[in-house]
């Protein structure tokens, strides 16, 4: 009865690289971040207030994102990505990722209709997709619980864009957290129950390749701002040294994260007892990883177009704020994988914290130098702790409580 849904369904032998069609859609996302990116640059005029609020309107435009790519990410771990439904499916949210992407330069003003269009299709359209392809096997209420929180925030977002101006916002953050807390909460519907994703059985390997992914496509985003501003300006000497310090501030990004505990992911999810619960807190981390490097750009391309620009509230928010994010997100993913507090990020965090009144109207190409310096010493630290250790094993303790996850699936 169930032969024709559960053939959708990864089968245990399934590889669990990503596959041609995944890192396709992933193209998007470059492009897609570069437009998170401009619209922070456009938000450094800003002060006090009004930067705080410039830069809250952008992060609910990424976090809106962000639930587009999590959950796809979701959707390709739990069944077969050779499979036509599925790859219509990821095809189809790459083109509304695209238009998402588009709109959001202006997204909350005059090119707000499509950015909520394109939100709604893919979170309404999507898992209805997914229903009827799984026919009539038990598995379908779970895609069929997303299309119902979908139903339900679909009038807010649509609503928002359509509506005044000054219920955009606040109707947009409403439809967000509701999206974000049905995501966590397993999306609850009455008489049906929920499906959290915290009892989830996924493909461990293929999540941690995706999340590694993205990262890097963070990171490439980041040398796609270095390159393109560099390119367009005049081949002086102090956009030289900003550019060079740019590029080495993002290698060290990329070491710091792949340092151990950025390769042992897909290890912690196949040995965790109930990998949805590490999962899940493995969204999180990088989530707050991607914006970290996102963050940062914006004072690469301040710092490389103006070396000596002032190092304002507004600028420092980004050159000293996004490492700092950053180191924040490693220190807890490292908790994920080794159970323990990484010391040298924390130790990191602090001084550059304790750097932000020494940098204030300092040039930019100094404040950046500063916080690549600090950077350098936190991933010298880690090589001299790791320096003729053999490799760590996994023990994270996320995901190992609870219980046993071999039984019925939700």
Same mark, same amino acid.
């Given at each position: 009865?169930?032969?024709?849904?559960?053939?959708?369904?990864?089968?245990?032998?399934?590889?669990?690289?990503?596959?041609?069609?995944?890192?396709?859609?992933?193209?998007?996302?470059?492009?897609?971040?570069?437009?998170?990116?401009?619209?922070?640059?456009?938000?450094?005029?800003?002060?006090?207030?009004?930067?705080?609020?410039?830069?809250?309107?952008t992060?609910?435009?990424?976090?809106a994102?962000?639930?587009?790519?999590?959950?796809?990410?979701?959707?390709?771990?739990?069944?077969?990505?050779?499979?036509?439904?599925?790859q219509?499916?990821?095809?189809?949210?790459?083109? !509304?990722?695209?238009?998402?992407?588009?709109?959001?330069?202006?997204?909350?003003?005059?090119?707000?209709?499509?950015?909520?269009?394109?939100?709604?299709?893919?979170m309404?359209?999507?898992p209805?997709?997914?229903?009827?392809?799984?026919?009539?096997?038990?598995?379908?209420?779970?895609?069929?619980?997303?299309?119902?929180?979908?139903?339900?925030?679909?009038?807010?977002?649509?609503?928002?864009?359509?509506?005044?101006d000054?219920?955009?916002?606040?109707l947009?953050?409403?439809?967000?957290?509701?999206?974000?807390?049905?995501?966590?909460?397993?999306?609850?519907?009455?008489?049906?129950?929920?499906?959290?994703?915290?009892?989830?059985?996924?493909?461990?390997?293929?999540?941690?390749?995706?999340?590694q992914?993205?990262?890097?496509?963070?990171?490439?985003?980041?040398?796609?701002?270095?390159?393109?501003?560099?390119?367009?300006?005049?081949?002086?000497?102090?956009?030289?040294?900003?550019?060079?310090?740019?590029?080495?501030?993002?290698?060290?990004?990329?070491?710091?994260?792949?340092?151990?505990?950025?390769?042992?992911?897909?290890?912690?999810l196949?040995?965790?007892?109930?990998?949805?619960?590490?999962?899940?807190?493995?969204?999180?981390?990088?989530?707050?990883?991607?914006?970290?490097?996102?963050?940062?750009?914006v004072?690469?391309?301040? !710092?490389?177009?103006?070396?000596?620009?002032?190092?304002?509230?507004?600028?420092?928010?980004?050159?000293?704020?996004?490492p700092?994010?950053?180191?924040?997100?490693?220190?807890?993913f490292?908790?994920?994988?080794?159970?323990?507090?990484?010391?040298?990020?924390?130790?990191?965090?602090?001084?550059?914290?304790?750097?932000?009144?020494?940098?204030?109207?300092?040039?930019?190409?100094?404040?950046?130098?500063?916080?690549?310096?600090?950077?350098?010493?936190?991933?010298? !630290?880690?090589?001299?702790?790791?320096?003729?250790?053999?490799?760590?094993?996994? !023990?994270?303790?996320?995901?190992?409580?609870?219980?046993?996850?071999?039984?019925?699936?939700?």
């Amino acid at each position: 009865m169930y032969e024709r849904g559960a053939e959708l369904l990864r089968p245990p032998d399934s590889s669990g690289r990503a596959t041609f069609l995944e890192l396709f859609f992933d193209l998007v996302f470059v492009f897609a971040l570069t437009r998170v990116s401009q619209r922070l640059i456009g938000s450094l005029p800003a002060a006090g207030w009004t930067l705080a609020a410039a830069v809250g309107r952008t992060v609910l435009l990424f976090l809106a994102l962000w639930l587009i790519w999590t959950i796809t990410v979701w959707v390709t771990s739990r069944y077969e990505p050779e499979r036509t439904v599925i790859q219509a499916v990821v095809v189809g949210t790459m083109f !509304a990722s695209l238009v998402m992407g588009v709109a959001l330069p202006r997204a909350l003003e005059e090119r707000a209709l499509p950015f909520a269009l394109a939100y709604v299709a893919v979170m309404l359209g999507r898992p209805l997709v997914v229903a009827a392809a799984l026919h009539g096997h038990p598995r379908r209420l779970v895609p069929l619980r997303l299309a119902v929180w979908a139903a339900a925030t679909a009038p807010l977002w649509l609503g928002g864009a359509l509506g005044p101006d000054d219920l955009r916002l606040p109707l947009w953050a409403l439809a967000l957290a509701v999206d974000y807390g049905a995501l966590f909460t397993g999306w609850p519907v009455p008489r049906v129950g929920s499906a959290p994703v915290l009892g989830w059985r996924i493909a461990g390997e293929h999540l941690a390749e995706r999340y590694q992914q993205i990262f890097l496509i963070a990171l490439g985003e980041s040398i796609l701002v270095i390159g393109v501003t560099y390119s367009g300006e005049e081949f002086s000497g102090e956009g030289a040294a900003a550019f060079v310090v740019a590029f080495v501030t993002t290698a060290l990004l990329w070491r710091i994260y792949f340092h151990r505990a950025g390769h042992l992911l897909a290890e912690a999810l196949r040995l965790a007892r109930m990998p949805g619960r590490l999962g899940t807190s493995a969204t999180v981390t990088h989530l707050v990883l991607v914006l970290g490097v996102l963050t940062a750009a914006v004072g690469y391309e301040v !710092a490389i177009a103006e070396p000596f620009h002032r190092s304002e509230a507004a600028l420092l928010l980004f050159v000293v704020g996004g490492p700092l994010l950053f180191l924040a997100g490693r220190a807890r993913f490292e908790y994920e994988i080794f159970g323990r507090i990484s010391v040298p990020r924390v130790l990191g965090a602090g001084v550059l914290v304790l750097l932000v009144p020494l940098l204030a109207h300092a040039p930019a190409v100094l404040a950046l130098s500063l916080v690549a310096a600090v950077l350098a010493g936190v991933a010298l !630290a880690d090589a001299m702790r790791s320096r003729g250790r053999p490799p760590e094993m996994s !023990a994270s303790p996320i995901g190992r409580r609870g219980p046993d996850s071999s039984g019925p699936e939700a």
